[in-house]
């Protein structure tokens, strides 16, 4: 026999929230499933087009009170878009995303409106850290622009997928972002050593960025880092330069982030280090090539 929900209240036409007997207190979407309905009308399971269960109370309290300051067809775009995501991922996401990025977006929206402009600081840092949920987030981006007529700025993608590693990981945003600016930072450092610009869509550049990220999650695990023997020793006489700017990293990240780090993150560091100054030191023979007297 067909489950009933209850209405408990009605948002606009189109939203409602409602009780279920087995997903207990959840939002429902469907065209018209809240035209002329009050507190205590059932309505079958048949008639809705979506359905959110919110397990988590102040998940339901937040988005309840989000709702009603957002459009129909907004709130039925991201519904669209979070379904996307999940499937996109293929693995369940924290509910906060719901919440988190609906009213993130629909800021966002909101600035653009106003004629105000998104930047994203960390925006090639993020595109390297998490390139899954970047070309997520442009699939949402470009979701929005057709449904919307909005086109979103590339930084925002960079939000956007934030959000998605946020609710893959289970990680807060803020913490997301806070990785991300420490590995800018990081790269700037290695930038004002070598006197370079490292070109961002290098292998090199995503390779360094990729063990920064990692380095970064191995320091929160408390892991250690095997070590090839006399390798350090070998690195230290043959890089001195590079030896001693990944040490410099490293205690950056341990002052960052107040977690100590394995020795051998040094020594994996100074390799990658070493692939960036061979890099400058190509582009300076390049140079001389060409130099007029």
Known sequence: MEQQFRVEKTLNNNVLIASHPVYGEVVLLGKGIGFGKKRGDEIAESAVEKCFVLKNEREQEQYKKLLPELSEEFIALMSEVVQHIQQRVGA?????????????????LKRLEQGLDVKNPFLAETKSLYPLEYEIASEVARMIEQKLGIALPEGEAGFIALHIHSAISKQSVSEANRYSQLIADL??????????????????????????????????????????????????????????????????????????????????????????????????HRLSRFTCY
């Open 92 to 108: 369940p996401l924290d509910e906060h995303i719901h919440v988190a990025l609906t009213d993130h977006i629909a800021f966002t």
């Open 187 to 284: 790269v700037k450092i290695v930038e004002q050593q070598f006197g370079i610009d490292i070109d961002r869509e290098s292998i090199h550049y995503l390779r360094f960025v990729r063990h920064l990220r990692y380095a970064i999650e191995r320091m929160k695990k408390g892991e250690k880092v095997e070590e090839p023997k006399n390798l350090s020793k070998i690195l230290k006489e043959a890089y001195p330069l590079c030896y001693n700017l990944a040490w410099k990293l490293v205690k950056v990240m341990q002052q960052t982030l107040h977690l100590p780090a394995d020795d051998a993150e040094a020594v994996y560091l100074t390799l990658h280090l070493q692939r960036l100054a061979e890099k400058k030191t190509i582009q300076l």
